[in-house]
């Protein structure tokens, strides 16, 4: 140990990030006293880290941060977790940012403070690369002179922000690939009925507890759309067909348009999804590159409206992983199970149940039989605790029959996923 020149030494205590840990390990000799002042690169203070936090005065903690970061130089990743801590003085959190951010390349900020902090003022035109803000609020963008030349991540969670800024916000940061909005405030000017966002560089966007009435975005570079419990009347994706992957949860939406964007489509993962499910199919159809197609705990108004293994086949030769979930009926089977063609590439199958029926276990069969290169098969099901006699019968009936059915399929693995 004696041996390890000290930018080494710095570069492990940078490893441990929480800052107790690091301060603590510090101690170890002078060698390491000076690793942390001068090549220490990570700090982070988070209230969960260590329950103590929770016992200390505001004041003091304040004085606890100010001299830790203080005694570092060149810090470039600072992460600053306070949810459970009242409100800080504006003045330390300020120095904090202040004296860090010539070398700060990602800074993760979930502070309240009193009065609010324009981070965008503060951290603008310099290094950093990625940038979490959590519980604050954002007002009054300036394209003219706010600049973040160099940052690629950006994600606003429980932000409260005007729809114009937002997408201001967007212009001033040129080489963004990553965009996340969680549970966003965002206000709407009365004249201002339509969010609209605009990237050239944006690559991979998630957005969760989004409630708006039409929601514009244009992204000329979009590998990954993610939309997770959010409530749209109009979502429409402009783009240049460079999509990859879609993956919508828990997402209520009227009109849902993505033009050109599903040729180069490899993923598509849907859950919990309220749409017209044969507009969907169309934008879809197109997608021959398709791999992952995830279609789980849906809500069909007619069978005719279900994506049938004919349709999949046809429309998706290279998928290699299926994952089906709905409730089953007579004419669900019939319709799901009607052509002939075969999925020849697929290898993982995945399928479930919300309400077990008899119907099941022939369901599993019929897909077996399609998929002639099939290696893994998982089953989910849902597994209520009050159940009747009849229940009993047809879980046990279900396990024999697939007990049954898997001697003919032996090179089959074969899982259980119950809850």
Known sequence: MENLPVEVIGNILSRLKAARDVVIASTTCKKWQEAWRKHLHALSFDSNDWPEYHDLTTSRLEILITQTIFQTRGLQSLSISMEDVEEFSAAPVIAWLMYTRDSLRRLYYNVRTKPNINILEKCGRQKLEVLSLSHTSISGVEPSYQKFPCLKSLSLSYVSISALDLSLLLTICPRIESL??????????????????????????????????????????????????????????????????????????????????????????????????PKFYHMISKSANLR???????????????????????CFPRL??????????????????????????????????????????????????????????????????????????????????????????????IQFEYE
């Open 320 to 413: 290699t992983h299926l994952s089906l979930s709905y409730e089953l009926g007579e004419m669900v089977l019939h319709y799901g199970l009607q052509g002939s063609s075969l999925l020849e590439n697929v290898t993982v199958l995945e399928l479930g149940w919300a309400v077990i029926s008899s119907l099941f276990a022939e369901w599993v069969a019929g897909f077996l039989e399609r998929c002639p290169r099939l290696k893994k098969l998982v089953i989910y099901g849902v597994v209520s605790e009050a159940k009747n006699e009849d229940d009993y019968r047809m879980l046990a009936d279900f396990t024999t029959s697939i007990i049954q059915l898997m001697r003919k399929y032996t090179s089959v693995e």
């Open 292 to 314: 992952k197609l995830r279609l789980w705990g849906v809500v069909f108004d007619d069978e005719v409206e279900i994506m049938d293994l004919e349709t999949i086949s046809v």
């Open 180 to 277: 996340s909005l969680i549970n966003p405030d965002i206000v709407m000017s009365d004249s201002q009925a339509t969010m609209e966002l605009n990237s050239q560089s944006i690559k991979d966007i998630r957005m969760e507890v989004i409630s708006l009435d039409k929601f514009i975005l244009e992204a000329d570079s979009l590998e990954s759309l993610n939309l997770r419990d959010c409530t749209l009347e109009y979502f429409e994706l402009i783009g240049k067909g460079t999509l990859r992957a879609l993956k919508i949860d828990d997402v209520s939406v009227l009109h849902l348009d993505i033009g050109d964007s599903t040729e180069n489509l490899e993923v598509v993962d849907v859950s919990h999804f309220t749409i017209i499910w």
